[in-house]
């Protein structure tokens, strides 16, 4: 069976402080990868997907990246931490051609 | 045109009620539409999905009735249980031409209450 996992579950970092948020799924092969912000336990940001290794497309202007080094290996990044930046990020994945996404358990950031 | 408008933001049920969540889109393109169930502190839960080819789709105590004339969906939770009480998505895609990979349009969301 397929599963989803997000390290670390919570997270506090200054203001101007680098960040990296690891997301892997186990259990499938080549899938969609997607990176959600929600704010105030609400909307679901989606911030970016990737299709493919090395792909990787954004939703959002901001102060953060993400990479796919490998097929089940998805990083959100930041070089320096806002404010705004905190929140509840959520990373999901969908097989190729299906439009089921399951989440993952989510990393809670809160920037200080 | 992208947005799914959902209501209510809050709803408040007492056990063995019926709850109904409600989501409206402009876009008609969108063809599957998706509920989703989050528990505080957790990542989203497929609930339960429909496409507009039928107009009501149920799974145990959860209901999907589609009406795509009116391009509004709604949830019902029959006999709602206080372990019921969670937030609510809907969400949309098109999924015709493969173009969209799989890229949600959610709605903000609505938190449920189940009285005991």
């Known amino acids: 069976s397929q599963t989803i996992h997000q390290w670390p579950a919570t997270l506090v970092q200054p203001v101007g402080s680098p960040l990296s948020l690891e997301c892997t799924v186990e259990g499938t092969s080549n899938p969609n990868l997607y990176w959600y912000r929600q704010a105030a336990g609400r909307g679901l940001q989606l911030l970016f997907y990737?299709?493919?290794?090395?792909?990787i497309s954004s939703e959002v202007p901001q102060n953060l990246s993400a990479s796919r080094p490998q097929d089940r290996q998805f990083i959100l990044s930041s070089k320096k931490l806002l404010l705004s930046d905190s929140g509840f990020y959520l990373c999901a994945w969908s097989v190729i051609g299906s439009y089921e996404q399951y989440f993952g358990p989510g990393t809670r950031l809160t920037v200080t | 045109q992208q947005q799914v408008k959902q209501s209510p933001q809050s709803l408040i049920v007492q056990k063995g009620g019926i709850s109904i969540i409600n989501c409206a889109y402009e876009n008609t393109a969108f063809d599957y539409f998706p509920w989703y169930q989050q528990f505080p502190g957790k990542g989203p839960a497929l609930l339960i999905a429909i496409r507009p080819d039928v107009s009501e789709k149920k799974e145990g105590r959860f209901t999907i009735s589609f009406n795509k004339s009116a391009k509004q969906f709604s949830l019902h939770i029959m006999d709602s249980q206080p372990g019921d009480s969670a937030t609510y998505f809907c969400a949309a895609v098109p999924t015709a031409g493969g173009t969209s990979y799989g890229k949600l349009t959610f709605g903000q969301g609505t938190i449920l209450t189940v009285h005991p």
């Open positions: 990737s299709v493919g290794i090395g792909q």
